[in-house]
Structures are given as C-alpha cells and as structure tokens.
DNA sequence: TCTGCAAATGTTATAATGTTTCAAACTTTG
DNA sequence: CAAAGTTTGAAACATTATAACATTTGCAGA
C-alpha cells in the first residue's frame, strides 16, 4: 500500500491505523524508544479518525475504558509521541493529529476543514522553501515551522452556509 | 515615516505605538466601528513591545492601572481589534500582537524569537503564493492560514546557548 | 427631550487546557 | 541482586477561555 488514501473520501480506515501502528513500532525500535501500552494506546486513539483529537477527549477515552488516567498521563504520551514524530500538534485547536509522514523528514502544510474537521497533512517543497527563504532574508534562524490552513474541504464546500 | 523599523533592532518604539494608534483611529472611522477607551488601552498596550502579550497579562496591567476588569473584558476587546485587523493572535504561544500591517489586505507570516520572545510579522507574496496554490491543488478553499516560525532571530544568534 | 433599541461593559461563575510536584512501579544495566 | 534511570500514578494547581445574565452607554427616531 504505497499510495496514502486521502482522508476526505471513504477508505478503509483501518488500513491507516494498523499503518500507523507498524510505523510507530519499527520507528520506536530503531531509535531505542519505549511504545509502552499507554503511547501506543493514546497513539491508537488518536487515529481513530482524521480529526484532531483533545488532549481531554484522550483522557475521556482512556476513562471510558477503565484506565483512569490523569492528565500528566496523556501530555506525557503526547509529548513523547511529538518528540518521535508521531503525531503533530495542530496549535490553532489545541489538539493532535497522527502524523502521516512519520519517519520522513518533512514540513508538514495542514488543511483544516472547519466543517467537518478532517485535516490533511501535506509535505510541501514549495511552502517549506518559501518560507525559508523569507526567514533567511531576515537572517532569522527558523526552528519550529506552523503552517495550518484552515477553511472548507472539498466534501464540505457547497454543502454548508458559507457564513 | 513611510518605512517600518526592525522590531530586533534598537528604535523609537514610541513612534510604532504612536503610528499603532493613529491608524486604528483611521480605520474604525472608516469603518464606523466604534475604537472605545478599553479597545484603544487593550490595543496600546498590546503595542508597548514587539512581544506577544497574554490575554492575562494585559488583564493584570489593566488592573495594575486601576481598571478592575474581568477576563471577558479583555477578550472582548480582543475579538473587536481582531475582527478589525488590528492585532494578531499567535496560535503558538496563545498571545497577541499588533498588527504591522493594519488597513492592507495582507496574508502574514511570523518570526518569534524562542529566546527574546520579539515577533516580526512579514507579508511574504511567495509563500502566500505557495500555501494557496497547495490548497488549490487538493481542491480545498482557505480561510484563515496561519504561519508561525519559531526560532532564533539575528540578535539572539550566538548570544544563547543552543540546546 | 424623551424613549427605546442595540451595542458595549460589568460581574460571577465555570469550562477547557496544561503544568508542577512528589511518590511508586517498572526496566535496564552492572 | 542492587543501583540508576525511566515511566507511570496521583493530587493539586496554573493558565487560558467562555457562558450567562445584569447593567450601562450611545444613538436614532418619535
């Protein structure tokens, strides 16, 4: 499965988890990081969907099925799952998304459907090299890059009230 | 005063709040929106650096000057300079600054020192050009992009140490 | 001028998000 | 096994943001 299903149209989402799953374990063992159960878990449940997912509704989840956990529990899973680039932390809504280019070297573009909530993450060149550019014209040494967009998917426009 | 200062580089900051004020004047006339005392005193000291400020902080140096005010109070505040292009919230750090380009239409990208905390914000065609472009070619319609560089600005480049 | 509406502000409470701290359990390594 | 380091548990707390409702202010029209 080399070609990645887009997340707007109807797939077999469970490819995308059980994908994500291998990834995380064969990137967790190269780099000698513990996936403990919890990781894996939060990791689990927030490829659920390709909605980014609260820290709160993880914990809600893990709650619901008996591991009462406790907020450090979760940011400790989040941040671990950042730091091994996992997931990707969507700053405009407070919220995580799994990554889909884990293991890639890359700058991610995410296009944030306002209507239905589904983001897709995209690698690209011409953004990344934009902005460097442009960094690099102020002498600015650039570290973290955020790039979300956010407005109406294709599936949405046309079916919602444009306000 | 026709060119901007660098915000890294010493200048008379008075000027920037100044030029900051009599602008938002301009533009709430133009556009009968009604810049009242609390607006103007959220927006100046917004302005007093080139450093996000939190919604708490300006709460607190509201209260510091007498002016008990609330949490909404600020957030209304907040809503209205943003809604007029006054201020931008930087997702990154959930913290606003003035706008530097306020009255021109304008996509903007920002570079925050992670060391001395000063935002420059840009108004870069290309990389504006990138990100829609991008959205075109998956069929998606942008609204709102957000643009956040994170890292190290010219001043701060040697002077830290790199962790 | 008065009156009534809409916009703006005040006030209290609460929701949502994120962190600090310290203790206990587990894992790895010598 | 023992020591050291990492991970998790648990309680409290800090920060950021909003909801709901009362009050005041500014302004247009009678």
Redesign the pocket.
Known sequence: MPERALPYRPHNHQACVSQALTDAQAICRDQ???L????ERVLELIWQSHKPL????ILAQLGSEG??????????????LLQYGLVH?I?S????VGCAHAGEHHRSTFLICRDCGIVLELAVDAVTKAIESAAKAEAFLPEDITVEISGLCPTCQGSTTHA
Chains 1, 2 share one sequence.
Request: hydrophobic share 40%; no cysteine; glycine share 4%.
């Open positions: 000698n990081a513990r403990t159960p919890i990781r609260g820290a709160y509704d591991h009462s956990a406790a907020p450090p529990t979760v940011y400790r899973a989040l941040d671990f932390r700053s809504l407070n919220a995580f």
